[in-house]
């Protein structure tokens, strides 16, 4: 995969999106409940929530930007990497590694 998309109306806060940041994907989500606060700016395009007529419009937007600028998709990725091994054990993040055969340090 290349981007996580989550928009989810009624959920406070998905364990996904620390999921998708361990495997290195930017985030495309609704700034809306937990996910404003949990899920890092640098790291996440998070679509407002303004109105129903223009949101799926406004992912599709994220969408298509993200595919047009890779350079950026992998940075935003880079950047959940770094972000969720700050915030959880280097223990965790050493099996998704291992089980990815990639470097763990």
Known sequence: NDV????????????????????GL?????????????????????VPVLKKETLTESIADAIVYLYLNPEKRLTMGKFN????????????VSIVLNKLNLPTN
């Open 26 to 46: 930017p985030i495309i989500t609704l700034d809306l409940h937990g996910a404003r606060t949990a899920v890092p700016d640098d790291g996440s395009i998070k």
């Open 4 to 23: 996580f998309i989550f928009c989810p109306l009624r959920e406070t806060l998905g364990e996904q999106f620390f999921e998708a940041m361990t495997y």
């Open 81 to 92: 990497f770094a972000y969720i091994k700050e915030i959880v054990s280097a223990d965790k």
